[in-house]
Every structure is written in structure tokens, then in C-alpha cells.
């Protein structure tokens, strides 16, 4: 099956830094998704992708959907302390009216020192 | 965004008895949901796929006879897990498609069923 390699898989970093993180698949995807989930709750949807190359941005988040539909990276500037939690890629194949599920990666784990 | 809630948000069963699991699209209709199980520290792992007015299709792995979905309404899926184990603890999560955006439609996720069961 497909599989997604999202990396980092946690980072340590200072209230106020910029934060990357990417995924890589081994197959292509009509479709990325950036969520954000916290402890006990639902992924929350943060940025959708639908076209190869595009780019964009929520507030502070931007992301983009890589020329070769095999990637996506998610970036996010001058961190906060509530930017905490784990960040999940995800994509989707969409074959032609197809009803498929979601792809996940295994998360980037994001703790921000004061 | 859309908004999708779950009921129960937690539950306690002893082993042996079977607990359902109720997933609902507030705001708009979906007639396809998805199931996803989440283990401590770990991804959400598709589980099924829940079609209204149709059987649901399930991933490879998953037990359809222990995980009976029923796809009753165009708002509406359930997930029962049937004669639970204490290796069917989990976080159970579902999702459901709001095709407004276009394109492939956005997921959007409940808050999750945490399952305890003794």
C-alpha cells in the first residue's frame, strides 16, 4: 500500500522560530492535506491542496503541494506557544469518482520552549 | 470549516459486550464516511469506508464481521464493535466528506471515541 515518510518526527524549538516539515510518498496523490491534532481530539484540518505546485497559506501557515505529487511540505512562522501539538500529513489518490480514504503520515510532534 | 460530531466521546465496556459508536455531519451531507483507529503515540490507520445506502468497504486487515458499520442517513454513520476485546482498546475517529470545496471534497474529523475495554 502507499506509504507516507513525514519528517521530522519531533521538534524542539524556541518561541518565535519558523517551523518546516515535509512529507514523501512513494506513489502519487490528487490530494494534500495538513491537520493539527491535540491530546484526546480529532484532526483539525489546517491547509487542503489540490493542484500540483500550488502554494497556500493560513495565517502563519503555508504550505505547498510539490511539482511531482509525491511531497507536500507545511511551514510555520514565528511559532507561538499554542502552535503546539502534532502536525499530520495526509494524502489522497482520488481515482476518478473513487471515495477513498485518507494516507497518513506518522507526524511531526512540535513542543516550543519559552 | 464543516463540523462533525461522535457520541459517545469516551466509553468503559467489560470484554465480551459490543459498543457503538455514532458519527454525524452537523452542517452538511455526506454520503461517504470513513473510520480511522488510532494506538497511543501513533498515525490514524483507515479502518472503512461508510457509504450511504450501500455496504461499507473495508481495509485490508479489518474484520467487517467484528466492525459492523451501518451508513443509515446522508448525516448519519455508526460504527459497532462487536464482542469487544481489551485489544480493541483504542481512539476511534471518523470522518465524513463535504464535497462543497470541489475537486476530491475535504475530510473533516469528529473528536474521536476514546474505547476502554476491560
Known amino acids: 500500500g502507499q506509504q507516507l515518510n513525514q519528517s521530522p518526527q519531533s521538534m524542539f524549538i524556541q518561541e518565535g522560530e519558523d517551523v518546516s516539515m515535509n512529507c514523501t510518498s512513494s506513489?502519487?496523490?490528487?490530494?494534500w492535506l495538513w491537520y493539527k491534532q491535540e491530546p484526546g481530539e480529532g484532526p483539525v484540518l489546517l491547509i487542503a491542496?489540490?493542484?500540483?505546485?500550488e502554494l497556500t497559506s493560513n495565517g502563519r501557515l503555508t504550505a505547498q503541494f510539490g511539482i511531482t505529487r509525491k511531497d507536500s511540505f507545511l511551514n510555520i512562522s514565528a511559532s507561538i506557544p499554542s502552535d503546539v501539538g502534532i502536525y499530520f500529513c495526509?494524502?489522497?489518490?482520488?481515482?476518478?469518482?473513487?471515495?477513498?480514504?485518507?494516507?497518513f503520515g506518522k507526524g511531526t510532534h512540535l513542543i516550543i520552549q519559552p | 470549516g464543516a463540523v462533525v460530531s461522535q457520541h459517545p466521546s469516551r466509553v468503559i465496556c467489560k470484554s465480551g459486550t459490543s459498543v457503538k459508536i455514532e458519527c454525524r455531519s452537523l452542517?452538511?451531507?455526506?454520503?461517504?464516511m470513513f473510520w480511522y483507529r488510532q494506538f497511543p503515540k501513533q498515525s490514524l490507520m483507515l479502518m472503512a469506508t461508510?457509504?450511504?445506502?450501500?455496504?461499507?468497504?473495508?481495509e485490508q486487515g479489518v474484520e467487517k464481521d467484528k466492525f459492523l458499520i451501518n451508513h443509515a442517513s446522508l448525516t448519519l454513520s455508526t460504527l459497532t464493535v462487536t464482542s469487544a476485546h481489551p485489544e480493541d482498546s483504542s481512539f476511534y475517529i471518523c470522518?465524513?466528506?463535504?464535497?462543497?470545496?470541489?475537486?476530491?471534497?475535504?475530510?473533516?474529523f469528529g473528536p474521536g471515541t476514546r474505547l476502554l475495554v476491560l
Open positions: 470522518s465524513a466528506r463535504d464535497w462543497s470545496s470541489g475537486g476530491a471534497g475535504t475530510q473533516y
Open positions: 495526509a494524502g489522497q489518490s482520488y481515482p476518478g469518482g473513487g471515495a477513498d480514504g485518507l494516507t
Open positions: 452542517d452538511f451531507q455526506a454520503t461517504t
Open positions: 461508510s457509504n450511504e445506502g450501500s455496504k461499507a468497504t473495508y
Open positions: 506513489s502519487i496523490f490528487n490530494t
Open positions: 491542496l489540490y493542484k500540483a505546485g
